[in-house]
């Protein structure tokens, strides 16, 4: 359950309308069921007391939408934002995607999200009603009536390894500021790395041979917000969504991850919203832990105006050669 | 790459047009032999080497790549081998990580007065990866005759 409710965030937005500090509210809004939240823009505070929702499916990053929002119209942008997504926000501000001053940004403490298809697993489908009550979640479901899966064994992969609890970006703070924490995120990436080639080759074609191309991983990614690119082209062939060939979904995968390769936050998002559950992070932190190991710890987002690994060198760089070797995990 | 029902490793080599293509150059003229699959595409810097060219390399049927380019220090634009360098260390460890093999990559630094090491380094390379046979991991069926 998250420590901060959704009245608390409603009071605040509405203060903030009322002062003229601001001119919409960039929140989470309630969705056909408990646990599809959808991002929303509210102008009013009739809006926000109807619609606005905060509970433990608020995954959604809000960086990304600030590019387009702070665009539309003259005001401040009231923005909310978990730990991870300040991350993001710098990332963004980094690269001058949007303005600081059309953000107005309230850092909000995160408890975690809960993943519902974790809670699917458990409950079954079906799901009518999910309130969080403590360390539980009740869930009510069509078939069977009332059940309570724990908070904790539902958590969502991206935040059983939350990497910070620590805000690096906004305006003002509700509740407490939190640590950075040391989190156990590259244990999957390692546990990969020490399988056989065919081992690691039999899992990634079995993962991305799911693959539907959707998009979503490149629509939902903070990172990824050129406003050319050939997927938003009708035109080109790229946009065709069947995959013809299983080389395609690899060429898709490995080439959305290297362009995001030294700016990629680690906030999950596109595992997020993968509708075919491939672990999709597993690749960005791939090239992460490659970064920390080559190159030096490096923390996309943690502030602003740092220099991306992939834009930057130095004399003594590791050859590829011995990259590649280093990269599984053995000492070259 | 199946040449008249035989097995012949493809090996598409990008080189530098300032180092790597005169260092082949020089091959050559000396009369030093490397094999003749290697196929070699001039770039005008190692850098220009986007990390598509290599997959789309993969995809038309090719079974090794390489990439030439100047010694580190000695790049005709100043550092544009020292970003290949990043940027191939990454993806090259990416395509090991989805279970690529790794002899099927490689990078080499070859000045314009190497023409010896131009031709060791193809013929080492060549073996390596015939050795490994067809690649299988990274073909596109549509792109086979």
């Not at chain 1, 942008?77 to 978990?82: A, E, N, Q, R, S």
């Not at chain 1, 938003?232 to 995001?260: G, L, W, Y």
Request: hydrophobic share 35%; net charge negative.
């Amino acid at each position: 359950m998250q420590k901060i409710t959704a009245d608390m965030l409603i009071e605040k937005a509405v203060s903030l309308l009322e002062a003229g500090t601001i001119s919409r509210v960039l929140g989470w809004k309630k969705g056909e069921f408990d646990y599809d939240v959808t991002p929303y823009v509210f102008a009013d505070a009739e809006s926000l007391k109807k619609d606005f929702v905060f509970d433990d499916f608020c995954g959604a990053n809000f960086s990304k939408y600030l590019v387009a929002e702070t665009r539309k119209a003259e005001g401040k942008v009231l923005v909310f934002l978990k730990p991870c997504d300040t991350y993001s926000f710098n990332q963004l501000l980094t690269e001058h995607r949007f303005d600081r001053e059309a953000v107005y940004a309230v850092g909000i403490p995160c408890e975690g999200m809960a993943d519902i298809n974790k809670i699917k697993e458990i409950t079954g489908d079906g799901i009518s009603s999910l309130t969080s009550k403590g360390d539980k979640i009740v869930v009510d479901t069509i078939y069977d009536g009332e059940k309570e899966v724990d908070f904790a064994s539902v958590l969502a992969e991206r935040c059983v390894s939350c990497k910070s609890k620590k805000h690096v970006a906004y305006d003002e703070l509700m509740g407490d500021e939190g640590d950075i924490t040391d989190s156990a995120r590259f244990d999957e990436v390692a546990q990969l790395e020490a399988m056989t080639e065919d081992e690691r080759f039999a899992f990634w074609q079995s993962q991305l041979s799911k693959c539907i191309r959707c998009n979503a991983c490149r629509d939902i990614c903070p990172a990824c917000t050129c406003e050319k690119c050939v997927f938003e082209n009708p035109e080109s062939p790229v946009e065709n969504k069947a995959i013809s060939d299983s080389f395609e979904e690899k060429m898709f995968h490995i080439i959305r991850a290297f362009h995001v390769a030294g700016r990629c936050t680690d906030c999950g998002e596109c595992s997020r919203v993968c509708p075919q559950n491939i672990p999709l992070h597993l690749l960005n932190r791939k090239f992460i832990k490659d970064i920390n190991s080559f190159y030096g710890e490096y923390q996309a987002g943690a502030e602003v105006g740092s220099r991306a690994p992939l834009v930057d060198y130095t004399t003594e760089d590791i050859e590829p050669g011995e990259a590649v070797m280093k990269g599984e995990g053995e000492n070259a | 790459m199946q040449v008249n029902g035989e097995y012949k490793p493809l090996i598409v080599a990008f080189c530098c047009n300032w180092c790597s293509y005169a260092g082949a150059d020089l091959a050559g003229n000396n009369r030093l032999a490397y094999p003749e699959n290697v196929k070699i595409i001039k770039v005008p810097c190692s850098c220009r080497v986007n990390p598509m060219f290599i997959l789309r390399a993969f995809q038309r049927g090719a079974d090794g790549v390489i990439i030439c380019g100047c010694h580190p220090g000695d790049c005709h634009y100043t550092s544009g081998n020292y970003y290949t360098r990043r940027r191939m260390s990454l993806l090259f460890s990416m395509l090991n990580f989805l279970g690529i093999e790794k002899e099927r990559t490689r990078v080499e630094w070859v000045s314009a007065a190497e023409g010896a090491k131009f031709a060791a380094t193809m013929n080492e390379f060549t073996e390596a990866v015939a050795a490994l046979g067809e690649n299988k991991r990274l073909e596109d069926l549509r792109c086979k005759r």
